[in-house]
């Protein structure tokens, strides 16, 4: 189990103007989070800190009752993470999910198939390579199943603590939605916490973490911000009209 939690964590590129200020937060198990607030809130920059890639300027991030310290202890096996800028490799399927070179299991078979059909990639073979790169059979995905497949390896390391910035920008709304909502079964143990200006995906969360100049605006349910929080639901009426 673990838990993640911010005190008065701030954070700045430099003196000049801090990017975070401020915040206070626990991220439980069990639990999927949203994370949103207009450009240059400050949310990319938060999962930086939550992953351990940045260094609080002040305050401090504490895991299971601990300060997180990247100096002395390598964090990486409880982390999976998702960016927009992921990288999919000319390998097979499998090769690109598993990340490895040792000989995959039954179990592992089975597991891999098992989220390629749960994402929706019921017709994509494992064994495929990914363009022709290496295989003249090799197949030229489009950039939502490319998605899927990056989202897809992160599920796979079974970490207990996920986080996607932005990784479904290829995909509809509607798929969007669809991806997130099966975390609800695939990830009912672990904590994940997603970016997505989408705020219709944030309907299925449990929580919403809403920034604002660089601070923590609020928390809780899209039924407990929308309505109550004039910001939230100013930017979600907004995205209601232009999606439908």
Do not use: W
């Not at 351990?52 to 401090?60: D, E, I, L, N, S």
């Amino acid at each position: 189990m673990s838990i993640l939690e911010l005190k008065d964590v701030c954070y700045s590129y430099s003196a000049e103007k801090p990017v975070l200020r401020g915040m206070n937060c626990t991220f439980e198990c069990g639990t999927l989070y949203a994370l949103v607030g207009k450009s240059g809130a400050g949310k990319s920059t938060l999962v930086k800190l939550l992953l351990g890639m940045y260094t609080p300027t002040k305050g401090a991030i504490y895991i299971n009752g601990e300060v997180m310290d990247t100096e002395r202890f390598d964090y990486t096996p409880l982390f999976s993470a998702v960016f927009q800028d992921y990288k999919i490799f000319s390998f097979t399927v499998e090769d690109n999910i598993r990340m490895s070179d040792k000989a995959p299991s039954g179990d592992e078979k089975e597991k891999i198939r098992t989220l390629l059909d749960a994402m929706g990639l019921q017709s994509v073979s494992t064994d495929s390579f990914v363009t022709q790169t290496f295989s003249d059979d090799g197949i030229n995905y489009s950039g939502g199943e490319l998605q899927k497949l990056a989202i897809i390896r992160a599920l796979y390391k079974d970490a207990p603590i996920m986080v996607l910035d932005e990784p479904t920008s290829a995909l509809s709304p509607q798929s969007e939605y669809e991806i997130y909502r099966s975390f609800n079964t695939l990830t009912r143990d672990k904590t994940v916490l997603f970016i997505s200006h989408r705020l219709s995906s944030c309907r299925i969360c449990d929580k919403i973490l809403l920034l604002h100049g660089g601070r923590l605006e609020a928390i809780g349910s899209h039924d407990e911000l929308f309505g109550s929080n004039a910001l939230y639901t100013e930017m979600f009426s907004a995205q209601a009209g232009l999606f439908g």
